[in-house]
């Protein structure tokens, strides 16, 4: 989550932060009340108002650019927050991880003028393959989910504003083979859905890139030309881990819980041969926690090689084993899990060699 938020700050996103829950005004203002009311809880009161939790963070984003009058010159504007939605899921659907009815997004949504619009979908794109990439995904599948032409009713806005969006979308991925998708696209627009394979070939939904130029209008959402005329701008929808909770779970079948050193929630566990080697691993310790690294103790009263079958099992990147040569030496001897047993290093050696790798996350 900060590896993605990180970088989309770096790409010119501002953070922002919404409320979870907003009036039933609200939502039949944006059309999910009418488009989307089986995918959201049931409402509740307050103050004799109604109020249902948020299953999309979209309304809150556009109030937030409605704040006040809006130039050319500002656009793009991008907005980007790690936001909790709630979604009723029918309990025959849900699965692990993949499939829950509250999860947090890497949401964002960038708004534009019609000449910035391909620029745009061009570079959400291909971040998203950065992103994916990151994290050791190679095989994409790209879908353009479209409006099915003899179900309209399903949908909002016109012709022409579906139209324009479908053939944004369409630039987007003429160097990309992808399928069309008719009828997959959401309520306000069409969409990118973009699939990984995992491991073992299976696919996966993640990331998508949407198009909207319906609730821009119906938020009545505005900018000065630079002639001095109020026009609508466009508004793209994008989340590219998509749910954070799903991701993770199909990120740890895809690596099999081999997590690279800079995700491993324990980069390295220290494993002192006897008793009388945990003061100094404990040295170690504080160090290498001082240079912001995640580890750990393994004090347990069992021989050095139970330990390091331990180790192995939780598929720790390093084992750092301790004993009486170490201490004389004021060295560790390092295990790899991807190459064994490494021999002795040098405690600062051993700094800049995991943070090198955390740095090129690999």
């Given amino acids: 989550m ?36 089986d995918g ?16 999309m963070n979209c ?45 947090t997004q890497d949401d964002a949504h960038i708004i534009t003028t019609p000449d910035q619009l391909d620029q745009e979908l061009a570079n959400a794109l291909k971040l998203t393959i950065y992103i994916l990439k990151t ?12 409006r099915d032409p003899k179900n309209k009713t399903k949908f909002i806005g016109n012709e022409k504003g579906w139209k324009q969006a479908e053939d944004a979308l369409k630039k987007a991925l003429k160097n990309t083979k992808y399928i069309i998708d008719v009828g997959g696209a959401v309520f306000y627009g069409p969409k990118i859905d973009i699939k990984v394979a995992d491991s073992i070939g299976r696919m996966w939904q993640l990331s998508t890139i949407q198009v909207d130029f319906n609730l821009p209008g119906r938020f009545k959402m505005k900018y000065t030309d630079k002639n001095g ?11 590219l881990l998509g749910s954070l909770e799903r991701f993770m779970g199909v990120y740890i079948e895809h690596c099999a819980g081999n997590f690279p050193a800079w995700l491993a929630p324990v980069q390295a566990q220290i494993l002192p041969i006897g008793k009388d080697h945990i003061t100094y691993a404990k040295k170690i310790l504080k160090k290498l926690q ?3 690294f995640r580890l750990e103790i393994n004090d347990d009263n069992n021989t050095i090689g139970k330990k390091i079958r331990e180790g192995e099992l939780q598929k720790i990147p390093y084992l750092l084993i301790v004993g009486d040569k170490e ?3 004021k060295t560790i001897s390092v295990r790899d899990r991807k190459k064994g047993d490494t021999g002795a290093m040098k405690i600062d050696k051993f700094i800049k060699k995991i943070k090198e790798e955390v740095e090129r996350k690999k």
């Fill in 59 to 103: 309304p809150f984003h556009v109030k937030i650019y409605n704040r006040r009058p809006r130039s050319y010159r500002e656009l793009p504007i991008r907005l980007t927050e790690m936001g909790t939605v709630y979604r009723y899921e029918k309990s025959g659907v849900m699965h692990g991880l993949t499939r829950v009815r509250g999860f």
């Fill in 135 to 146: 994290f050791g995904f190679k095989n994409f599948k790209m879908n353009l989910s479209v």
């Fill in 229 to 239: 005329k109020e026009q609508e701008p466009f508004m793209i929808h994008r989340a």
């Fill in 40 to 55: 959201m809880y049931n409402s509740f009161g307050i103050e004799e108002e109604q109020y249902r939790l948020k299953p």
């Fill in 327 to 329: 201490i004389k030496s």
């Fill in 290 to 292: 001082a240079s912001g």
């Fill in 2 to 37: 900060e590896f993605a938020f990180n970088t989309y700050l770096e790409k010119g996103y501002e953070p922002v932060v919404t409320p979870h829950i907003a009036s039933d005004a609200l939502w039949s203002h944006s059309g999910h009340l009418d488009f989307y009311s």
